[in-house]
């Protein structure tokens, strides 16, 4: 009843995407605590963890989401039995940051009624999701079944689509696909006989709704069909990007031909999937890219394609003895020797002899090996033969990081048109040469295992559609045959083959295109040779000079390199010419998304970019010898400097322009601004659009960053002086601007700032009334502040935060006198009052500071919830701050110190901090004994001890060495030790 479509709205809000980092989990069938915990990890850090066991992921999952606010979902969870499950993965979730959600969607009470027990919660949390109201349900149904129609043309329907929908009990999937369904036949009969037949004995059940499901997927076309079902081969909530299913499908040969003379087989599966979505079959989802900018579409959203759970059922029940999942060996006994599709997942877990059974499916069209690892050298040989010995196969998909050796016998596979493997060693070479039907080939990032001249011979696979091209595939090789390529990465101009560039002239098709080494273009009708300006379907073109300090034969090559007006997506980089080319001169390129200039270093002029009105990011990268964007600044006015840049443009990145002294007025659409090493002498403004009062319109500005502007001098009379448009502000950096005078910022607007980042002219941070109203700060870095002596009203802060303080002078010195009338007992009176607005209310999870002193300055010096404390000098420190550690005994779960030079003994109260959890002490080199330390205590690492330290812990049964018995892991020296026990694993020194 729209779970997770509930869940999903709940997400996109931006007040979530303010206070939480979103971590999305569908759990599924498949409910296992190590693999659950990896992807949890996977999706917190942005990379696939490198522990692949339990407790180091626990472990890394603690450390990762201590400091920061997530709200984990787990979605679609079926499991309602396995408590022991259940208790492993949430184990680090229960120290999660105070303030994180975790949100669960299920069908099941008892997966509910688990997740309550385990979870510790009380039922009241648990929300049941009832159908739509019968006006609501009503109107989804009229919106689907009249879609692009006027109903007043249909009032004849209006009594029998009223009755239907009612019949339909609010359920919105079953609702969108019948009023889609009926939207093929718009007559009263068709519609009144799928009341009475098809929904006749509908209740609303699981079982009611896939019937229903059922009837509209028999009434797609049949190649629909084939496309649908063939999709049941993968895990249930399988995220789909378009490039991939549209590649298995042609691969597979669902699709043979384009459906006319003026599609290619790419825009028939593209069809096929928009009518599938259209239909509901699939979902588009949409996730939240942050300020990333997706080129190709121009949004900040990542897209994907997913099946309902319910159709994914039905998928499964409509391809039964044609396609088959598989992830465990006992359901090889249960198909039926006709499945044509076949996706094989934990392969792990099976033996070679489990693999063998696979060959009883004599009719395979495609096998693909789900997992993602390397596996046993006999499960390897028995892949191969059941993979060579499967002559109708069209399709063979594996990233297992194995590496195949077919040989010869590949070129036997007569009908494979496609090919992904992580590595291929050369000798599979002359055998995928003989593939003439083959029109996908990739390999992963392990590419050939090693060059070979015969790589040579992929050049005469002419209906080659995509190959992992260059040197991050199989090398460069002749590719004049292969005219029917879609996408050519890494074409190398000369080089060992000579490649010339009037090569790629015939390859009308091309959506995608990285040209390299064009500087051995000799001539302009070289470059004209390639007929880029042809090539309608181009949609991304980078070209690049890899010599830019050569003089350039022929400044006419890169006018000549002009694509045609459909480009989105451009990159022109290392070009020493000594102009814009003419076709961006003349905005002839008018559907451009994305716009990249990079190492041009002759260029002293770019011209007005207004009319490029669909341009979404610009980026300009080491211009060294651009001084203007459009007319020069004697000749600019208010009005006309509106043209210069786009009213669309998302994204302005200015890097490395020495001699640009002036930026244009930026659009009100503008979301981000980078600006790095360019001579400005002040920042731009918002400013008037086509003439347009832009009062009337909202900012839209969210992140601003400008480092290393060494003749900005003053912020006034720029973007940052315009409070009506700070209030969207996240993320503030203004870094190395050494002559900035001054910085009024005017933080009282920017409710939305997250992030504080190296504002280097502070000389005090904002008032307490400032900070009580900066509700959605996440994150201050402050750097290089020579001038701050001050944290004003941080104290009042009302969220919790991560700070980082470094390289501040003026702040030192105050924390040091503070630290000395202290010491010299005056305490914190009267004249400690002007360093800070005085509140002890401020959370700051983690807080990473250069100088221990930083510790005696208030608000920090009050701290009592901090979870992560991060000293990088400990030079001069004796010994540790005691009172600061037991006030935050309760929450400290890292501790972590670097050139701890002087520590010569560390405070016996350290067993008292009852969370620590990590203790990292680098370069004590005085540390010659250990106090006892708290039972939490899960990680010990002292690296550069004195060596009478490890001396007497070495010795087993010794004080020192009981003192770490508990520890997990400790390494103290070059010695590393489990619970006591010497591990004689190699240590990094």
């Not at 770019?606 to 490029?612: I, T, V």
């Not at 002219?761 to 502040?785: A, N």
């Amino acid at each position: 009843m729209g779970k997770t479509t509930l869940a999903q709205s709940i997400c996109e809000q931006e007040e979530v995407l303010k206070h939480f980092k979103v971590i999305w989990i569908t759990v599924s069938t498949s409910f296992d605590a190590t693999s659950l915990t990896s992807k949890i990890l996977e999706c917190a850090m942005g990379a696939k963890p490198s522990a692949d066991h339990l407790e180091p992921l626990q472990q890394d999952l603690k450390e990762k989401l201590m400091s920061i606010k997530v709200l984990l979902v787990l979605d679609d969870v079926w499991e309602d039995n396995k408590r022991d499950e259940w208790e492993k993965l949430f184990a680090p979730l229960r120290k999660l940051n105070t303030g994180s959600k975790i949100l669960l969607t299920t069908r099941m009470q008892s997966v509910a009624d688990m997740a309550v027990r385990v979870m510790g919660v009380k039922r009241d949390y648990c929300l049941t999701l009832h159908g739509l109201e019968e006006d609501e349900n009503l109107e989804l149904f009229i919106h689907h079944a009249f879609s692009g129609l006027n109903p007043g043309d249909y009032l004849y329907l209006k009594s029998i689509g009223g009755q239907i929908a009612k019949k339909l009990r609010g359920c919105p999937l079953v609702t969108k696909v019948v009023g889609e369904h009926l939207q093929g036949n718009m007559t009263f009969k068709y519609w009144r006989r799928f009341l009475d037949q098809g929904l006749e004995h509908f209740e609303g059940t699981e079982d009611d709704i896939v019937t229903v499901l059922r009837l509209s997927y028999y009434h797609l076309p049949i190649e629909l069909q084939i496309c649908f079902r063939y999709c049941s081969i993968f895990p249930q909530n399988h995220e789909f990007e378009k490039k991939e299913l549209v590649q298995l499908w042609i691969g597979s040969g669902l699709i043979s031909r384009p459906a006319s003379s003026t599609q290619t087989l790419e825009d028939t599966a593209e069809h096929f999937l928009a009518q599938l979505t259209r239909k509901s079959f699939f979902d588009l989802k949409t996730k939240a890219g942050g300020f990333l900018l997706n080129e190709k579409t121009g949004g900040s959203k990542q897209e994907s394609y997913v099946m309902h759970d319910l159709m994914h059922k039905l998928a499964r029940n409509v391809s039964t003895g044609e396609c088959a999942r598989i992830d465990d060996p006992v359901q090889l006994k249960d198909e039926n020797d006709t499945i044509r599709y076949l996706c094989i997942d934990n392969i792990h877990s099976f033996s070679a002899d489990d693999v063998k059974k696979v060959s009883h499916f004599k009719n395979l069209r495609a096998i693909i090996f789900y997992n993602n690892q390397r596996v046993e050298d006999d499960i390897v040989c028995a892949l191969e033969m059941i993979v060579t010995s499967s002559k109708s196969l069209r399709l063979v998909h594996s990233k297992l990081r194995n590496t195949f050796r077919f040989a010869d016998k590949f070129g036997n596979l007569k009908h494979l048109r496609y090919i992904y493997v992580f590595v291929i060693s050369p000798d599979m070479i002359c055998g995928i040469a003989k593939l003439y039907h083959l029109m996908v080939l990739h390999c992963g990032s392990g590419g050939l295992e090693k060059e070979t001249y015969q790589v040579r011979y992929l050049g005469n696979l002419e209906r080659l559609r995509y190959v992992s091209y260059g040197v991050r595939g199989f090398g460069n090789f002749g590719i004049s045959r292969l005219t029917s390529l879609q996408e050519l990465h890494d074409y190398q101009v000369g080089g060992r083959i000579c490649n010339e560039i009037s090569a790629i002239g015939n390859f009308r098709d091309l959506c995608e295109l990285v040209v390299r080494g064009l500087d051995n273009v000799e001539s302009y009708e070289e470059a004209k040779n390639a007929k880029l300006k042809e090539k309608q379907h181009l949609s991304s073109l980078f070209l690049e000079w890899s010599a830019p300090d050569q003089i350039i034969t022929d400044g006419l090559v890169l006018d000549h390199l002009e694509p045609h007006a459909n480009i989105r997506v451009l990159v022109i980089q290392g070009y020493d010419g000594p102009k814009v080319p003419f076709w961006i001169e003349n905005r002839s390129v008018k559907n451009l998304v994305s716009l990249k200039l990079i190492c041009c270093i002759n260029w002293e002029y770019l011209p007005p970019l207004g009319e490029l009105v669909l341009l979404k990011l610009l980026q300009l990268d080491k211009l060294p010898k651009l001084r203007q964007i459009g007319q020069s600044s004697d000749m600019s006015s208010s009005s006309s400097m509106g043209l210069l840049l786009p009213e669309s443009l998302y994204t302005l990145e200015v890097t490395a322009c020495r001699k640009l002294t002036e930026l244009p007025m930026l659009p009100l659409d503008l979301v981000v601004l980078k600006i790095h090493h360019v001579r400005v002498k002040k920042l731009p403004m918002i400013g008037k659009i086509s003439g347009e009062i832009i009062e009337s319109k909202p900012s839209k500005l969210a992140c601003v960053s400008v480092s290393r502007c060494r003749y900005l001098t003053y912020l006034e009379g720029s973007l940052l002086e315009q409070k009506l448009y700070m209030g969207t502000v996240q993320v503030l950096t203004v870094d190395d601007c050494i002559h900035l005078e001054s910085m009024s910022i005017p933080f009282e607007e920017m409710k939305e700032l997250q992030e504080l980042t190296n504002c280097s002219s502070l000389v005090s941070l904002p008032s307490v009334d400032v900070f009580k109203s900066l509700g959605s700060m996440r994150y201050m870095h402050i750097t290089g502040c020579e001038n701050l002596s001050s944290l004003g009203g941080l104290g009042s802060l009302p969220s919790h935060i991560r700070l980082s303080i470094s390289e501040c002078n003026k702040l030192a010195q105050a924390a040091e006198s503070s630290l000395t009338r202290v010491t010299c007992g005056s305490g914190s009176g009267e004249e400690e009052e002007h360093l800070v607005e005085p509140c002890s209310s401020l959370q700051i999870h983690g807080l990473n500071i250069d100088l221990p002193s930083l510790l005696f300055l208030e608000p920090l010096k009050s701290l009592r919830h901090t979870k992560y404390l991060v000293i990088g000098n400990g030079s001069e420190m004796e010994s540790l701050p005691e009172k600061w550690l037991l006030q935050n005994r309760q929450s400290l779960q890292q501790l972590d110190i670097s050139k701890a030079d002087s520590l010569k003994s560390l405070t016996p109260s350290m067993q008292d901090l009852c969370s620590l959890v990590l203790l990292h002490l680098f370069g004590s080199g005085q540390l010659q004994s250990l106090p006892y330390l708290p039972p939490s205590l899960k990680s010990l690492i002292l690296p550069n001890c004195h060596p009478d330290l490890e001396k007497k812990i070495r010795k087993h049964g010794s004080p020192e060495w009981n003192k770490i018995t508990h520890i997990p892991v400790a390494r103290i020296g070059q010695l590393v030790f489990c619970h006591g026990k010497r591990s004689f694993q190699q240590t990094k020194s």
